[in-house]
């Protein structure tokens, strides 16, 4: 691609040659813009008070946390038992409360996602498709509040997969605390269970173990208590917290969870304990339990009974697991910036095995891991899981549910894009429910970069089937999307988005969004410093869409209001087209005068390149504020030889609508 245009002062040069060329022209009676049919509006693109808001002690106008910035804490000690002969999970939570917020609070509003799978829930009316399979979601034995080291019950009511609980006294302000003490069961879904689920494989059953637990809303400073219900598309928003669980299996299970093993003398050999030594300082991958062990009973410390499997996660918004006897396990060491360590492992059945397969998908979590570590934040906890099974690509703190089925590129592709929903959102706790974009555009956005770096790019460029075609170009890929007449924009939360354009809507159009920052119009420098910035001022909190934007304007200095409007905000289609090439001579002197057009209602800055007869080629960079005036612009290049092609947006960098008009051939 072309070298992105970043020099503020080369900007100001050229615009003032653009403008005396403009000026020569309209005196010469050829000003473009009183010749060209175009639909731009220099006034729409470019008009004043993008923001409706001011920025406040809460959320600076630089795109950081204000100094009164605050948020909720909720902690989570668990304890679970699965009954793999009844297919049922039976828990106790206790949650801890803390209310920062400058408001007391009478109730408190939980989420509980098991009930998306009950006959009556809203989530079965948003496609008009009923689903076929339900369960009773959770059915709770008591909820109870516990004040002054007395259990009370709780007066609560449940509407959907919300929970109010309605406290005979308000939770204090600025610090107060209160403890919630819920038992409970449900009905595990089998595999039309989508995120949670179980499914047999030749050595026994996968239990995929997600959205298990009640978990409190978040009550912040944008809406108070966020009840969006959990409709399936629109995912999580999530208060950080520690969680200690435990959960109870049958003795020849194995259990993969988020966060770090705490008993491992309880539920481990003293064989697997040294395995898992060797690879805490290996690069290569070191196997924890073979295929031939998954078998054996000696590969389990106890043959009788069950065993508890205790984990602690630091700093969290959520866990999930997953268990099975059928579990090969693998494991190695990740390289951290700082000489920083942690452990990616690898839990899949001997169906899956093979370096074609998961053979190499702790290799594939480990790369992804390191890169994006090193280029954007470093990995926070101790331990990464791939685990595989049908949920088939999802995402929690420190696992992830991948293909059971998946090979090769698409195993390293669903592999890096899950485990880096680690950085959007379990790092960077946006509103997955109202802002997809912030979680799956910018995780697609970074998946790029980690595709070409991985391995020599092994398996770039990234391409998941979706969107674009192996080896097409994404600018012309994305043209059809924003040509659609009935295609929703950026901004759409999330469950609003029909099905046939969730991923161009929330994965493609807002990571190639980030693609055309980085490389068109701040540069990677700029872009990269800004991002970098968003990212360590909101790891752990709760940013809002204009938190991005006003961290991308304050840290790569533009003004990017026009960017968001007609990319986010709106659909808008770019079209720049050479209008016109005229050779000019004046004495010996000979030039070229070019006219670009911009049919449409987007505007970017472009590049034109002049082919010359030599086979040589020059080019000429326009910056964005060309078109703060201008539907089209003529200025001159001096020439030493025939020219024999012009052309705008040469490397197909830019979302161009019709690339028919990009090219004037010279005879």
Known sequence: MNKPYTSIAFAVTLLMLLTASIYAQRRRGGNPNDTVASNYNPAALFSPSFYTEKGNEFHSANGAPGPKYWQNKVDYQLNAKLDTSAKTLTASENILYTNNSPDALPYL?????????????????????SAANHTKGYEFETVEILINGKAQTANYVINDTRMQIRLPKAVAANGGKINLLIKYHYQIPGNFGNRTDYTDTKNGKIYEIAQWFPRLCVYDDSSGWDTLPFLGAGEFYLEYGDIDYRVTVPWDMIVAGSGELQNPKEVLTAKQISRLEAARNSDKTVMIRTAAEVNDPASRPVQKGTLTWHFLMKNTRDVAFGASKAYIWDAARVNLPEGKKCMAMSVYPIESSGNDAWGRATEYLKGSIEYFSKEWFVYP???????????????????????????????????????????????VGSNERRFAWMDEGFNTFIDIYASDAFNKGEFAPKRDGEYAPSGGNPADEIVPIIADPNAPIIMTAADAIKEKYRHSIAYFKPAFGMVLLREQILGKDRFDYAFRQYIRNWAYKHPRPEDFFRSMENGGGEDLSWFWKGWFYNNWKLDLAIHDVQYQKTGAKRSIRITVANLEKMAMPFVVEISLKDGSK????????????????TFEVQITQDVTQVQVDPDGALPDGNRGNNVWKVR
């Not at 939980?110 to 008009?128: C, H, I, M, P």
């Not at 090769?408 to 379990?426: C, D, Q, R, S």
């Not at 020059?618 to 612009?633: G, S, Y």
């Open 381 to 427: 906890w101790p331990v990464a899981v791939n685990e595989a099974g049908i949920a088939g690509g999802m995402e929690y703190p420190g696992i992830v549910f991948d293909g059971i089925t998946d090979k090769g590129k698409e195993l390293y592709w669903v592999t890096a894009h899950e485990i880096g929903h680690n950085w959007f959102p379990m790092i």
């Open 618 to 633: 020059q080019r000429q960079a326009f910056p964005v504020e060309t078109w703060l005036q201008n539907k089209a612009i």
């Open 109 to 129: 509003w939980l989420q509980l996602d098991q009930n998306t799978y009950t006959k009556e829930a809203r989530s079965n009316f948003v496609t008009g498709i």
